[in-house]
């Protein structure tokens, strides 16, 4: 708890994305700085990416499950925070944004792209749509750049 009281959990979209990995650490941080819960969603939804390759989602929920879990959120393990882990079956934009207006988050966390989105936008179409809808303060982790 903080000192001016109660403070809503860290909600951060994963979904094995080089820029979702690093949303989730931007997640953790403001989670150890306000002392709340971290809560990490994937959105299961049409098609999913297992093993880079687009396949039918519910058909490989368990594989994603375990993605989520064991490889997607393994930094949370040890991390020093108190979090949940769920997937939630749905398009991203519509659990994030349903979520946030359910748990009344401190923080809403996306990376600016997810696996599939266009390398040549700035932003993705949930973090897009997310910024569009959500009804809390949201942070939209950049892409990496790299040096020239």
Do not use: K, Q
């Not at 094995?16 to 403001?30: F, Q, Y």
């Not at 971290?38 to 049409?46: R, S």
């Amino acid at each position: 708890m903080s000192p001016a009281g109660p403070v809503g959990p860290v909600v951060v979209g994963v979904d094995g994305s080089p820029d979702a990995a690093r949303a989730l650490d931007v997640a953790i941080t403001l989670a150890r700085s306000t002392d709340a819960e971290l809560v990490a969603i994937h959105a299961l939804g049409l098609l999913t990416v297992v093993d880079g390759e687009h396949v039918p989602a519910f058909e490989h929920r368990d594989d994603v499950e375990r993605l989520l879990r064991e490889e997607w959120c393994a930094g949370l393990v040890g991390a020093g925070v108190a979090y949940r882990v769920e997937l939630v079956d749905g398009n991203p934009t519509e659990v994030l944004t349903h979520l946030a207006d359910a748990a009344h988050p401190s923080f809403l966390v996306v990376g600016a792209r997810g696996i599939g989105e266009s390398a040549d936008r700035e932003l993705g179409s949930t973090s897009y749509h997310v910024t569009r809808h959500a009804t809390c303060p949201i942070v939209i982790v950049p892409v990496a750049r790299s040096d020239p």
